[in-house]
């Protein structure tokens, strides 16, 4: 089995930046990607980022693209997300997930693990 634990999460006024941190334990070395998810009140949760275990492939939400930086550190089995330029719609709950397949999906379904959540709000 793999734990997810997210952090980083807080209150932040629009155009401020956040850096959210994911720390994985128990069977990290079937981890083959990792991702960020994130649900606002009321809507679906929806797809942020996602990286490889080896970093060479990432892919971004259009609307995170530019503004948001997905990273892992294999060897402390922590993925980050440096978000940037935050904006009152990227209010959210962020969830950390993990997959034991290859690929950078979209789609929730597609990833075996995941964290509990760190809120982020951006002020307007």
């Known amino acids: 089995q793999v734990q997810l634990v997210e952090s980083g999460g807080g209150l932040v006024q629009a155009g401020g930046s956040l850096r959210l941190s994911c720390a994985a334990s128990?069977?990290?070395?079937?981890?083959?990607?990792m991702g960020w998810f994130r649900q606002a009140p009321g809507k679906e949760r929806e797809f942020v980022a996602a990286?490889?275990?080896?970093?060479?492939?990432?892919a971004y939400a259009d609307s995170v693209k530019g503004r948001f930086t997905i990273s892992r550190d294999n060897a402390k089995n922590t993925m980050f997300l440096q978000m940037n330029s935050l904006k009152p719609e990227d209010t959210a709950l962020y969830y950390c997930a993990a997959r034991l397949n290859m690929g950078v999906p979209v789609m929730s379904q597609l990833y075996d693990y995941w964290g509990q959540g760190t809120q982020v709000t951006v002020s307007s």
């Open positions: 128990g069977r990290t070395s079937l981890i083959a990607a």
């Open positions: 990286i490889t275990k080896s970093s060479s492939r990432t």
